[in-house]
T-cell receptor, first 115, second 115 residues
Framework: SQTIHQWPATLVQPVGSPLSLECTVE??????LYWYRQAAGRGLQLLFYSVGIGQISSEVPQNLSASRPQDRQFILSSKKLLLSDSGFYLC??????????????FGPGTRLTVT | AQTVTQSQPEMSVQEAETVTLSCTYD???????LFWYKQPPSRQMILVIRQEAYKQQNATENRFSVNFQKAAKSFSLKISDSQLGDTAMYFCAFMRYNAGNMLTFGGGTRLMVKP
């Protein structure tokens, strides 16, 4: 069966510090991968998605970036965090397919607090 | 661009009763998918139910069913025989057909099931 991991689970970082959140998927190959941010009490905002190694699409311009160095690894980074970067970050994966319905499966999330 | 609206920020229901959560969406697409996700206090996103837009029959999953009205662009979730474990945030989500399986989420409805 497939599993998705995220770490760290929680993180407290000062403003201006760098960020690296990691997401890995097991039990599947060539997945689509997604990063979402959820502000407190709000819905999910898609930040980045990837259909393959080195292929990243950004949905929202910001000081965050994403990378996919391996097929099942997705990294969210920042060089300098802002207070507004605080939130709950969720990684998700789906089967890569041209047609049909492929729901997304979510990781446990990372709670980031920027102080 | 698609938008998803959940007009009920919070709802409550007595245990064993039935509750309906509302969702409307706006799209010019004719082929698409709709989902309801549940996010309990653990914050793990769990798929509850999905609906293909080309299917007229409403989807059901045990105690969960939807009322899909394509012309009205409405997709409500009915929870029958509510249980304490149904307490969670519920998100309605839209997925375009053949578009990278990306989801657009509504703002969520917080459901409290009372004993």
């Amino acid at each position: 069966s497939q599993t998705i991991h995220q770490w760290p689970a929680t993180l407290v970082q000062p403003v201006g510090s760098p960020l690296s959140l990691e997401c890995t998927v097991e039990g599947t190959s060539n997945p689509n991968l997604y990063w979402y941010r959820q502000a407190a009490g709000r819905g999910l905002q898609l930040l980045f998605y990837s259909v393959g190694i080195g292929q990243i699409s950004s949905e929202v311009p910001q000081n965050l970036s994403a990378s996919r160095p391996q097929d099942r690894q997705f990294i969210l980074s920042s060089k300098k965090l802002l207070l507004s970067d605080s939130g709950f970050y969720l990684c998700a994966w789906s089967v890569r397919g041209g047609r049909g319905i492929y729901e997304q499966y979510f990781g446990p999330g990372t709670r980031l607090t920027v102080t | 661009a698609q938008t998803v609206t959940q007009s009920q920020p919070e709802m409550s229901v007595q245990e064993a009763e039935t509750v309906t959560l509302s969702c409307t969406y706006d799209t010019s697409e004719s082929n698409y998918y709709l989902f309801w996700y549940k996010q309990p206090p653990s914050r793990q996103m769990i798929l509850v139910i999905r609906q293909e837009a080309y299917k007229q029959q409403n989807a059901t999953e045990n105690r969960f069913s939807v009322n899909f009205q394509k012309a009205a662009k409405s997709f409500s979730l009915k929870i029958s025989d509510s249980q304490l474990g149904d307490t969670a945030m519920y998100f309605c989500a839209f997925m375009r057909y053949n578009a990278g399986n990306m989801l657009t989420f509504g703002g969520g409805t917080r459901l409290m099931v009372k004993p």
